[in-house]
């Protein structure tokens, strides 16, 4: 039982990465199997903790031994040695003294202490790119719950719960995220994760409040305590006092006001007040947030990530069940346009066949292009399935991860080659589509001019483009500090793209997150971008931002930034434009207090 005095409120931190406010009982989950009971102890018992834990890995290892005797009797001496590597867990000193220390220094019971020690070494393992490191985590967890079960052999494990809860992991993959049930899942807290991570986009896109990065959330969150999830400020907030609770209830009605407010601009222009028009779509990934799209006033989709519909399945969708979803999303968008980014796996979308062999910097692997450009077959499938929606809408597509212009080359001529697949065949088809390309690598913003040369248009993927340009993982928390959007490397890149599309009369984009920043439209704005795509819970905040926004004012500051050579000074810049043209915007949408 936790002792008396528990309930008193505590504030944890973290990054937001997906806003919104819940209030629901915490779920601790970790990959694998469930978070056993924790409860605190005080010291006079921890001698006593230790011996639970010394008689658990006793009765596991006797457990063990007779499963191993069993099986040699039966299936001979090979077989039996499967429990060996099981029985190297138990006996692992440093597993051993980091519990022991567990249960000193936390003073919290033995087998929460077990449970979170070796999730850390699970986590850590499960990253190595060695697969057969990898597949040892299966021994692993299978030990544990066995030790575990060994506390209390008398108890079930814990269940998934069917009532609405506040999810706490120590990491979601972006597929982990992607079938969490938005029904029961009123939010979710993890240790791991950044802003750009896959896994905070789907939380987005899911619209659910999401908070990363919160160190040692396994150890200090209990399943069924009270709390209140804050998206916008990464806090979260358990056992809440009364006047905690009132605060963000007060909060709630705030927010369904502000949307009324913005509901009354959805079907404007997206207009500075000096008249400088932009684009302003959507980015997607999945098929059920059409809806979405229509109600938030975005004009069509600007990115639709295919990636998370094509490496869902076991087995890749071909070309006709791509060309029906492609024309149901055309359709759906129409008179407006969709723009199709071609698969896009690698990084952290990490796709089962064909690209199961792990890589040591996937980052910087076998994604993007380069993943489509070697695997023809299912490119032109693709491709293909994108030409046939052609003629059932406005359909555009774009290619991942472009580093040059021979890619580009390489790419368009496989369209032309699909075209004409298409014309043999009398398919239905329109070969006018857009064709564009993502710019996300450095080296594709150096040489914007050659490839707006070959295009239709280019769309900035800051998301990449500021991990590559500055050398940040997007999502290492480590490094999370580095990874600076206003980094004037980045300005001068975002201003070459857009020099270089302008020099051949083509528009520039930018569907990275860094669209959807209200603190930095106004250096987007000036710098002269043409198209905004962000995601749809943005689409009305921005549209807001953008017409209280000057474009001459705009175009001043990106001129100052250009000369600038500090990302704080850009970034101060960016803030005072951003509150003196919609102060009441930025409270409403980023604080919660
Ligand atoms: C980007 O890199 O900014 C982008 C939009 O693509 P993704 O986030 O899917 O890598
Ligand atoms: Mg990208």
Redesign the pocket.
């Known amino acids: 039982m936790p002792p008396e005095g528990q309930e008193k409120e505590i504030v944890y931190e973290g990054t937001p990465v997906s806003p919104g406010i819940s209030f629901a009982p915490l779920h601790v989950v970790a990959r694998g199997f469930a978070s056993p009971e924790v409860y605190n102890i005080p010291e006079a018992m921890v001698p006593r903790e230790q011996q639970r834990f010394r008689e658990a890995l006793e009765l596991t290892k006797d457990q063990l031994d007779s499963l191993r005797t069993q099986i040699e009797q039966i299936s001979g001496e090979e077989e039996g040695r499967i429990f060996e590597a099981h029985l190297l867990v138990l006996e692992d000193q440093t597993v051993l003294d980091r519990v022991f220390a567990a249960i000193t220094e936390r003073r919290q019971n033995a087998e929460y202490c077990f449970y979170a020690v070796v999730q850390t070494f699970l986590e850590a393992m499960r990253r190595i790119p060695d697969p057969y490191l990898r597949d040892r985590t299966a021994d692993i967890e299978d030990v544990c719950k066995r030790v575990l079960r060994n506390f209390s052999p008398e108890e079930d494990e814990e269940e998934e719960p069917d009532h609405q809860h506040i999810l706490v992991a120590y990491d979601l993959s972006p597929s982990d995220t992607a079938a969490i049930d938005r029904n029961r899942v009123l939010g979710f807290v993890t240790e791991q994760g950044s802003n ?1 991570s ?1 896994t905070a ?1 789907l939380a987005r896109s899911l619209g659910i409040p999401a908070v990363v990065g919160m160190r040692n959330a396994i150890f200090n969150l209990r399943t069924l305590t009270p709390a209140i999830i804050d998206g916008y400020e990464g806090r979260l907030i358990v056992y809440p006092s009364e006047s905690t609770s009132r605060h963000y209830r007060k909060l709630l009605n705030e927010k369904a006001q502000m949307r009324l407010a913005l509901d009354e601009i959805r079907d404007t222009e997206t207009v500075t007040t000096d008249g400088r028009r932009l684009t302003l779509s959507a ?1 997607i990934e999945f098929e059920h947030e059409l809806e979405v799209v229509k109600s938030s006033g975005a004009e069509g989709i600007g ?1 639709f ?1 295919t990636e998370f519909f094509l490496l869902e399945r076991e087995e890749a969708p071909g070309e006709e069940e791509q060309a029906a979803l492609y024309k149901r999303v055309a359709e759906s968008v129409a008179p407006h346009e969709v723009i199709f ?1 071609t698969l ?1 796996a690698g ?1 952290d979308k990490v796709p089962g066949e064909p690209l199961s062999e792990p890589e040591p910097n996937p980052f910087l692997g076998w994604r993007g292009i380069r993943f489509s450009l070697a695997r023809r077959d299912l490119f032109k499938e693709q491709l293909r399935a994108i030409l046939r929606a052609g003629a059932s809408g406005r359909v555009g597509l774009m290619f ?1 991860l472009v580093s040059g212009v021979t890619e580009v080359r390489e790419a368009k001529k496989l369209v032309a080659e699909c075209i004409e697949e298409l014309e043999q065949r009398g398919e239905e088809y329109s070969a006018d589509v857009e064709v564009g390309v ?1 710019i ?1 690598v450095p080296s594709a913003a150096m040489v914007a001019a050659d490839i707006a040369a070959e295009v239709d248009f280019l769309s ?6 500021i991990q590559y340009t500055v050398a940040v993982d997007r999502i290492n928390p480590r490094v999370a500090s580095l990874y600076k959007s206003t980094h004037p490397g980045v300005v001068r890149l975002i201003k070459a793209t857009v020099d270089g599309a302008s020099k051949h009369g083509i528009w520039t984009g930018v ?3 860094m669209a959807g920043d209200l603190e930095l439209l106004p250096l987007l704005v000036g710098l002269g971008i043409d198209e905004l795509s962000v995601g749809t819970h943005l689409v009305p905040a921005v549209k807001r931002a953008v017409r209280s926004l000057n474009y001459a004012d705009c175009a001043s500051l990106a001129t100052k930034a250009l000369a600038c050579g500090e990302s704080r000074v850009i970034l101060e810049m960016c803030r005072t434009a951003a509150e003196a043209a919609y102060p009441d915007l930025l409270k409403q949408t980023r604080r919660s207090t």
């Open positions: 750009t896959h986009i980015n990115l990530r980014r896009d990084g991942p993502m996300e900035i993927g800051t998301n990449d483009l569907c990275g997150e």
